[in-house]
């Protein structure tokens, strides 16, 4: 009699854990719908590569973020442009994908001094 109360509970457990995970997969599934009747066909009709990349089953946005100040070359103002840029890069991970992007952008908003000094590996 043990044996069999014994099975059963196990059979109970076996089943608790299929009707969860089924569960979370309903859930899952409905917020792909959701999602999918919010988005124009154009949107909907093919991801980025890099959206695709990053989650294949999903479409990911990313946040409006500030643009940091351009920074002009004063030493008490470096840090602070580093990490803004470090956060905006941090949550776009999509739009700064590679690490010449983020180069890219933060050369474009050096201004005054900072962006007089000589290039990397340029005399």
């Known amino acids: 009699m043990a044996a069999a109360s014994s099975e059963a509970r196990r059979m109970a457990a076996a089943h608790e854990q299929a009707i969860t995970s089924l569960a979370v997969q309903v859930q899952q599934l ?16 093919a991801p980025s590569p890099a959206a695709s ?13 500030e ?8 030493p008490e103002g470096c840090d602070p442009f580093l990490s803004n840029c470090s956060i905006l890069f941090a949550l776009q991970p999509i739009t700064f994908a590679t690490e010449e992007a983020k180069v890219a952008y933060a050369i474009s908003h050096l201004t ?3 962006h007089l000094c000589p290039s990397v590996g340029h005399s």
Do not use: N
Request: proline content about 10%; cysteine-free; hydrophobic content about 30%.
């Open 112 to 114: 005054g001094r900072a």
């Open 53 to 65: 990349a990053l989650a294949p089953s999903r479409i990911v946005s990313e946040p409006r973020v």
């Open 30 to 45: 409905t917020q792909q719908l959701t999602l999918s009747k919010t988005l124009t066909p154009a949107q909907s009709a």
């Open 67 to 74: 643009t940091p100040e351009r920074y002009a070359g004063e």
